[in-house]
């Protein structure tokens, strides 16, 4: 029995458990494919560049011939071989170089595809907490006024209100209800929307903690260089085309060393060659070179051409933010002014009769309306927040 009452009790608490970003985040680097893919990736591509740039097999080879001299039976003779290439420029060794570069660049670039994972799970965590904080406010709402419905129920049965007044509550009332309900199918979709997306296993009971949302500040500090990763790629992608010139700039190619052993019918033979490739009688060498050196004048081009142009959107996000920023604080200061001055004042007017009904559901209406502006403020805060993080390659 005591097991089986310990066993409901674990249930419950997993069924109740919050979860909250940094658990997200954590498991998300574990077990997420994405996440997985990048190290998969990193190892199919060395596997890669060593069977692209192994060293070529050597070869063996062997002949045999019937021969009938005059005058003489047919006799066998045989010829036996073997081949193998000697890299003496260290040729191979600086293609191998030039792949394990572009390797590199090409996971940093895979790596900028995280962040932008990682930022997007954070943003769908942010605007799920904020669809939380909009019910909060909404059922705060609701409640408040429920009790005061009932305060004007009553009046009515004293005929100390009309019948329209109470009808005009009640109205207002089943909208609020409304709107409670629509809030909170709006969180659990975009609840089940982050919860699905990243595979932790939840109940229809697991909730986000928010209490551990990003600060709204003005100006956003960041721990490193903007770009970091696409710079750090693009001077990977240079080295790159740096070994692959010194490749072409060698004069001496790779030799073929060859030894054979020839047994003929009186004769038999011993000897070793080696073929050496004459690149000087070609313009393959030269004209890769030219080619590379093109490819680099256009590469960093194009990428100053990229940093310019992210830059620009930067800060153009940077301007966003702080508008959302100002425009927070002011709605901050209009909240707290009619929830501790203007409020008060029409609550009271109401309940003494001193003002309509129409008059303090206005008063109400404005001050939710302002409460859910700021909300959805926030949440444009944040989008731009987290595409930004994105733009400059980092992840907070």
């Given at each position: ?10 249930a ?7 979860i ?23 190892l ?53 170089e030039?792949?394990?570069?572009q ?7 895979k ?69 409670v ?22 109940t ?27 710079n ?67 590469k ?16 153009q ?49 404005k ?30």
């Open positions: 029995m005591k097991k089986l009452l310990s066993l409901i009790f674990c419950t608490l997993l069924s109740a458990q919050n909250d970003l940094a658990k997200i985040i954590s498991q998300v680097r574990l077990h997420h494919p994405n996440y997985k893919a990048l190290e998969a990736e990193s199919a591509l060395n596997a890669k560049i060593l069977a692209d740039y192994a060293h070529p097999a050597s070869e063996i080879s062997f002949d045999t011939t019937n021969a009938d001299p005059d005058a003489d039976k047919s006799q066998v003779e045989y010829s036996l071989g073997a081949s193998t290439l000697i890299d003496l420029a260290n040729t191979r060794g600086l293609e191998l030039s792949a394990d570069l390797n590199e660049a090409a996971l940093l670039y790596q900028k595809e995280l962040f932008r994972f990682s930022n997007e799970i954070r943003k769908l965590y942010h605007r799920g907490c904020l669809n939380k904080e909009s019910v909060k406010i909404l059922q705060t709402t609701l409640d408040a006024f429920n009790k005061l419905y009932r305060k004007k129920e009553k009046a009515y049965k004293f005929q100390e209100i009309s019948k329209k007044e109470l009808l005009q509550l009640q109205l207002e009332q089943k909208l609020l209800r409304q709107k309900t629509s809030h909170k199918k709006e969180y659990e979709i975009s609840k089940e929307a982050l919860l699905n997306l990243i595979s932790i296993a939840h229809s009971d697991t909730d986000f903690e928010c209490n551990d949302l990003a600060p709204v500040v003005s100006d956003i500090s960041i721990d490193n260089s903007p770009f970091i990763l696409s750090l790629a693009f001077e990977k992608e240079m080295q790159s085309l740096e070994k692959q010139n010194d490749r072409y700039s060698k004069i001496l190619e790779p030799v073929e060393l060859s030894v054979h052993y020839d047994d003929e019918i009186d004769t038999k033979k011993t000897g070793i060659g080696f073929s050496i490739p004459l690149s000087f009688t070609s313009a393959k060498n030269e004209q890769s070179r030219i080619y590379i050196l093109h490819k680099k004048e256009m960093r081009l194009r990428h100053n051409g990229w940093l310019l142009e992210q830059t620009a959107l930067k800060k996000l940077e301007a966003e933010i702080k508008g959302d920023f100002t425009k927070i604080n002011a709605l901050k200061e209009n909240i707290d002014t009619y929830e501790n001055t203007l409020m008060p004042l029409i609550e009271k007017s109401f309940q003494m009769g001193e003002s309509s009904v129409i008059e303090y559901l206005m008063g109400r209406q001050l939710l309306e302002i409460s859910l502006e700021l909300i959805e403020t926030k949440k444009n805060y944040y989008e731009k927040l987290f595409n930004l993080y994105t733009l400059i390659e980092t992840e907070k």
